[in-house]
């Protein structure tokens, strides 16, 4: 297993620790990722908020820049990027967005969740079954609440998107779930729940009765299930029944299914982002994530560290700031208090740099392999066309093009061995 960074262990500092340099975080070259007509999926994951449907939408722009016929499958979206991408009615099916000037095509959508799970319903029953299926209470609440239903039915979506083969490229934006593994759990717990022993246990009278009448059910059994009937009330016990009842050709389907997608996921052409900020929590979820990915065998394009703060100049020291605000400001010269206010803010920038810098080592240091991509937080939000293209240029510029000079791979410039 590989190890996380807060289990490292603070190193017996060796004689020549100072002249040691940071570790080095590879290069990640989104834009040849992109480009490369090899790649046809590309997930972006990681924990909530951290910019995960930004950089999906960023990344399927960019692409489509570069001649890529793309979709971007969004889920749930902020409301003004989703009008900005013309996603304001809800469809279940990708839109083209009008990119002017793009080589390729940009088409986005937004995952309707119950829609996905209705469609699988009608495509694997008969009619009058699917009616019996969708009007259930149980099978509502279902697929509109039951947790991993979003990441399940994101699965799903991807599956049909791929299959239809009218794309040459596709994004896959993740659920905002409290943990990024989710995404990757909910086949597996989506199929063990409908297939669960509690569920076959709650339904078996149903069952029973409809195949060899109540032989099966002894007295202790009736006993138990009059008791939970009485927990539950009987009226969701007798919906979970004709649910599953309903459903029961379609156990495999589901299985089958998931176990498909799952499989697409690990196939050659597929790639993973891990999305990260620079605060500890993010970082601690990429890096389970990032372990999670290597122990399955699903192949990683890296880390993208969204939100830096890199200092506009790193030749002042926060220290040196500092000083110099100081002594500006008991000059009691003629604009010295501008100057100390511009001072104290590049400190205080330099400050923050450095612990997102460190943040980002730590991370580099238990995972040396992964490549990383620095993010600079935009002054704003990222709503339109134009913020989009603005992240879509940081995500895929070549690594050492920027003004300060500091690499993209990091917030500060390494310390010199
Ligand atoms: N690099 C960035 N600079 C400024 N704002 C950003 C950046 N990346 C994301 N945001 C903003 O952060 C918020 C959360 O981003 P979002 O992509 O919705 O996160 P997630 O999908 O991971 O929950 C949005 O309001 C978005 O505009
Ligand atoms: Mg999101």
């Known amino acids: 297993m590989a190890t996380r960074p807060e289990d490292v262990e603070p190193q017996p500092r060796p004689a020549r620790a100072a002249a040691r340099p940071g570790p080095l975080a590879p290069p990640m070259d989104l834009a040849e990722l992109i480009a490369d007509r090899e790649t046809r999926i590309v997930v972006c994951c990681g924990s909530g908020g951290v910019g995960k449907t930004t950089t999906s939408a960023a990344l399927a722009l960019a692409a489509a820049q ?59 029953s008969t009619p009058e079954r699917a009616e019996a299926i969708l009007e259930n209470p149980f099978y509502q609440s279902l697929s509109s609440s039951f947790s991993g239903t979003q990441e399940y039915m994101a699965m799903e979506k991807l599956g049909q998107l791929r299959a239809s083969n009218q794309w040459d490229l596709i994004i896959v934006d993740t659920p905002p779930s409290r943990s990024a593994l989710d995404f990757l ?53 007798r919906d979970i029944s004709a649910f599953v009842a309903a459903l029961d050709t379609m156990f495999g389907g589901f299985r089958e299914r998931a176990t498909a997608t799952y499989e697409l996921l690990r196939r050659p052409g597929t790639w993973f982002v891990v999305v990260a900020s620079p605060e500890p929590d993010a970082l601690r979820e990429a890096s389970y994530f990032v372990d999670r990915l290597s122990a399955e065998g699903m192949p990683l394009a890296g880390l993208v560290l969204n939100r830096t703060h890199p200092p506009a100049t790193t ?8 000083g110099a605000a100081e002594e500006a400001a008991e000059s ?11 001072l104290r803010v590049h400190a205080e920038r330099m400050v923050v740099a450095a612990r997102e810098q460190h943040l980002a080592d730590r991370f580099t240091s238990a995972h040396p392999e992964v490549a990383v991509r620095t993010v600079p937080a ?18 895929t510029a070549p690594d050492a093009d920027t003004p300060t000079g500091i690499p993209r791979t990091r917030v500060l410039p390494a310390r010199r061995g």
Not at 93 to 118: S, Y
Not at 315 to 322: C, I, M, N, P
Not at 336 to 341: D, G, I, P, R, T
Not at 386 to 394: F, I, K, Q, S
């Open 66 to 124: 570069a001649g890529r016929t793309v979709v971007v499958l969004t889920i749930d979206p902020a409301r003004r990027l989703a009008q900005s991408l013309g996603l304001v009615e809800l469809n279940n099916e990708p839109r083209r967005v009008d990119v002017p000037g793009a080589e390729g095509e940009l088409h986005a959508m937004m995952l309707d969740m119950k829609r996905t799970f209705d469609d699988i319903v009608a495509a694997h």
């Open 185 to 237: 759990d909910a086949p597996n717990r989506m199929s063990r729940f409908l297939d669960g022993t509690m569920i076959r246990l709650l339904t078996a009278p149903a069952r029973a009765g409809g195949r060899a009448g109540l032989r099966f059910a002894s007295a202790g059994f009736m006993f138990f299930s009059k008791i939970i009937s009485k927990i539950l009330g009987g009226q969701l016990l």
């Open 315 to 322: 030749a002042l020291s926060a220290t040196r700031a500092e």
């Open 332 to 342: 009691g010269a003629e604009g010295a208090e501008v100057a100390a206010a511009a």
């Open 378 to 395: 935009a002054a704003g939000d990222v709503h339109d066309l134009d913020g989009l293209r603005v992240m879509a240029g940081e995500l």
